[in-house]
T-cell receptor
């Protein structure tokens, strides 16, 4: 079974508007971490935001916020005031204790296109 | 912040030759490094986990004799694609976890685009 599910292969948003990228996860661990990364066409993976399973508040980093709903096992990324430079692939990832060590698992990604 | 330098950023090689990709942690000690492979418009597929001074742990289906991983020091891990073939053409990217086990944990290199002709 997939540990990380990103159901939106592609998303379009108009510049300056907000967009939500969906991510659901599956784990039986109580302690885990959730990440979002941005991958522009150059290929580098850029860390955006982190949410720990015990964090009581939703994580925020500038224009990025993570809508963490633990009971639903969802960790959606919200980008406010989209910019043209936000066009990229976005990957949700989870770190849990898989096979005795903490290894991050990535979703299939969502391609975001911001148009003027 | 933590920086991982990956070289080369792109390489073209002939079929049958070997290619070495290096990943260096510049300002922290990377006790664990992960090597990923990514096909166009797909997710990152974990190939192996390497720990400094020990043998790498390969994921199921990854040929350890073809993809040689060495993590001889706390700042350097290498992936060697041996006897490369066109089907090995892909984007390879490493990530490192610093020894302190920081909250964020994973820093990525900039990736290597390998083309085997």
């Amino acid at each position: 079974a997939q540990k990380i599910t990103q159901t939106q292969p592609g998303m379009f948003v108009q510049e300056k508007e907000a967009v939500t990228l969906d991510c659901t996860y599956d784990t039986s661990d109580q302690s885990y971490g959730l990440f979002w990364y941005k991958q522009p066409s150059s290929g580098e993976m850029i860390f955006l935001i982190y949410q720990g399973s015990y964090d009581e508040q939703n994580a925020t980093e500038g224009r990025y916020s993570l809508n963490f709903q633990k009971a639903r096992k969802s960790a959606n990324l919200v980008i406010s005031a989209s910019q043209l430079g936000d066009s990229a692939m976005y990957f949700c990832a989870m770190r849990d204790r898989s096979g005795g060590s903490y290894i991050p698992t990535f979703g299939r990604g969502t391609s975001l296109i911001v148009h003027p | 912040g933590a920086v991982v330098s990956q070289h080369p950023s792109w390489v073209i090689c002939k079929s049958g030759t070997s290619v070495k990709i290096e990943c260096r942690s510049l300002d922290f000690q990377a006790t664990t490094m992960f090597w990923y492979r990514q096909f166009p418009k797909q997710s990152l597929m974990l190939m192996a986990t390497s720990n400094e001074g020990s043998k790498a742990t390969y994921e199921q289906g990854v040929e350890k004799d073809k993809f040689l991983i060495n993590h001889a020091s706390l700042t350097l891990s290498t992936l060697t694609v041996t006897s490369a073939h066109p089907e090995d053409s892909s984007f390879y990217i490493c990530s490192a976890r610093d020894g302190a086990g920081s909250r964020y944990g994973y820093t990525f290199g900039s990736g290597t685009r390998l083309t085997v002709v």
